[in-house]
Structure formats: C-alpha cells, structure tokens
C-alpha cells in the first residue's frame, strides 16, 4: 500500500547528516532523562536510544557543567545533538561554541536583546535553531493579549521570534509550538504551517507515560502528518526514552510514512488459542528491538483465522495445539514445535533480510 499523504514542501535544514524538512523522511528524535553532566550515563542512553533506532537526540543543558559536558558527549555518540536551552543565554552560546548540531531556545524565557546574541553565534557557526514555543512559558504579553496559552498565541510567538531570527540574518530555523493539550497543538501547527514554510518539529508536550504519550502522541501528530505537517517528531513519554523511538516510528509505519523496522501484526488472542502467544509476542518485539529493516510479522493464535487474516504479513505464526503454522504472504510453509517459534522465526527473518540485501 502506498501513502496518498502529500507532504508540505518546507525549507531544508542539516543537523549534522540529518535533513530535516524538503524531501526528507520524517525523522524521529529524543530528549535523554540523565543529568547531562554526568556523561557516562548520558552517552549510554543516547547508544540506546541510536540502537532503537533514534536520529537526533537532545539534551538538557541547565547550567555551566552541563554546558561543558556537551563536547565529550558530541564526541561519544553518531546521531545529531541538540541542547536545550531556557532562560540563559550564555549557555546557549556554550553550546554553540561546544560544537552541538543544534540548539532549542524558548523565546518565553530569554529576551530579545539576548536572542540575538545567540543569533550572532549560531549564524557564525551554522547552528540549527529551534524556535521551541511551549504553551506552559508564552510571553507575558502574548497571554494578556490572548488570555491565555491558545493555539493563535503560540503561533503569534513563534513568527514573532522567527522574524527576529531571519532578521539577525539566522536562516537554520525549525519551530515548534507543542502543547499538552491534543487540540491546542493541532490546531497551532496547522495555522503555523500556514503562515511559514520553515520545518515543523511535531509534539505533544507533557504527554503522560506511555499509554497516555501514544494515544495522546498518535492522535495529535497522526491528524497533523495525515495533512503532511511536520518534519520531525519527538514522542514524548515519562519514562525510558527508548519507548519514545518505539512510539514514534509506531506511528510512522501506522501511516505508511516511513517503512522502517519490524511491523508486529498480533492478534488480541480468544478462545481458540492454544499456544502462549503473549510470551512470543513480548519475547519477537524484545528481540527485534532496533532493527531498520521494514519487514511485517505476524503473529496469530490460531489456524482458523490467522493466515488468512495476516495475509498481507512477510512472514507469520499461526499458532495450534503445541505447534504452529508458519507461513509466508499467506502461504503455508511448515508445521513447527511451539518450542522452536522464537528460534526459527528469528532464523526466517534474518534470512529474509540477508536476501533482500543480496537482490
Ligand atoms: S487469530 Fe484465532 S486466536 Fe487470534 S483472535 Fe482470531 S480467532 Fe482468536
């Protein structure tokens, strides 16, 4: 199946390797949860999350050490970096200064005389900014003229701050404008993507763990994808950060917008199942964890409806008293021990992908 999403056409820009907007794939960030001046830990959850499949990953940066942290930390890790900045503009310039592809900046917390010191800076160096709008820190004045955190007063903003940066000769600009509020954030990214061509980064801010960040995530960045709006996108989930890259490219392959990594088709199980298939299920998505490669499994827990019903699966389990039925396309292939699921599973895929390398 193909996508029939047209995406909105906006400007390019490079973190490091990773395009952004134009005709790039959508791509999919994180925000490490360690404190930043501690770079062992920091470095070995951004490997987790490069493993998981992330392609940009952001990190907090509330103070002087944190600043300094950001070179060793850019050193260590593959995967663009970002730091986020609020309040202190000196940090941001540490930052800049540090070497880091790009910085997030809320022009709610820092003043315009100090943003275009930060202008100055990133344009000498060519450091991606990201105007970070949040409804939870708007000017002061943009909430009294509103009177409140609405979608128009987020937009306000962020064209506000995005015409001080061209201005200050910055052109590597993404915005953003999230909310914790699904209809909020819907309704500020269309209007944005109406008035400006420069790349949005989609996200439902504060979303909750992770049944609340993938439902609230999926409705708020699916209704805005499905209308081509949006460039880059960060699931955000209290929690391992690892589950944000699970949700995200979740979302992305729910939409047929990016073929990347394993799709589990598995069926919700009822009485006909006779095999453990919520262990297989656990143990084939534990296992397959970070693999790029687009291929659908399924998984079923009976012969009457699961070949047929998984038709459209690479390859798939049907499961029956004590064996199963593997197939291919719909296709039965052999009949195999439910003790020997995981092991010849694993041993079709990895071919399957070997084969597909070869042709
Ligand atoms: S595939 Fe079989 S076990 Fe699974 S829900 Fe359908 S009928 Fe039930």
Do not use: W
């Not at 900046?105 to 100055?120: D, Q, R, V």
């Not at 990214?189 to 109406?194: A, C, G, Q, V, W």
């Not at 008035?195 to 949005?200: A, H, Q, R, T, V």
């Not at 081509?228 to 950060?241: K, L």
């Amino acid at each position: 199946m193909e996508t029939f999403i047209k995406r909105k056409k906006t400007r390019p820009v490079f973190l490091g390797n990773v395009q952004i907007g134009g005709n790039a794939p959508v791509a999919v960030q994180s925000m490490t949860c360690t404190d930043t001046r501690d770079i062992r830990s920091t470095v070995r959850q951004i490997k987790q999350l490069e493993d998981a499949g992330c392609e940009i990953v952001r990190v907090a940066v509330p103070d002087d050490e944190a600043a300094a942290a950001l070179s060793d930390i850019k050193k260590q890790i593959t995967i663009p970096l970002i730091a986020d900045i609020h309040f202190n503009y000196r940090l941001a310039i540490e930052a800049i200064r540090s070497g880091v592809d790009g910085i997030r900046i809320n022009p709610g917390n820092i003043s315009k005389e100090k943003m275009l010191k930060i202008a100055e800076s990133a344009k000498s160096r060519g450091t991606v900014i990201r105007i970070g709008i949040n409804a939870g820190s708007l000017e002061k004045d943009l909430l009294k003229k509103y009177g409140g955190p609405t979608a128009a007063a987020m937009v306000e903003s962020a064209l506000r701050s995005l015409a001080f940066l061209k201005k200050a000769g910055c052109g590597a600009i993404k915005l953003s404008v999230k909310s914790s509020d699904v209809t909020t954030m819907v309704e500020a990214y269309r209007e944005l993507s109406s008035k400006s061509d420069y790349p949005l980064h989609l996200g439902v801010t504060e979303a909750g763990s992770i049944v609340n960040a993938a439902i609230k995530s999926s409705i708020g960045m699916g209704i805005l994808l499905n209308e081509g709006i949006g460039d880059t996108i960060r699931v955000s989930v209290t929690g391992d950060p690892v589950s944000e890259i699970r949700v995200a490219y979740g979302i992305l392959r729910a939409m047929d917008i990016r073929k990347v990594g394993p799709d589990i088709i598995s069926c919700p199980t009822c009485g006909r199942c006779e095999i453990d298939l919520f262990k297989l299920t656990r143990e084939v998505e534990a296992k397959l964890t970070g693999m790029k490669e687009h291929l659908k499994i399924a998984l079923m827990g009976c012969v009457v409806n699961g070949p047929g019903e998984a038709a459209e699966a690479d390859i798939g389990i049907a499961g029956g008293r004590g064996y199963g039925l593997l197939f291919k396309k719909g296709k039965i292939i052999r009949k195999i021990k439910e003790q020997e699921f995981m092991a010849t599973l694993l041993d079709e895929i990895y071919s399957m992908i070997a084969e597909r390398k070869e042709t």
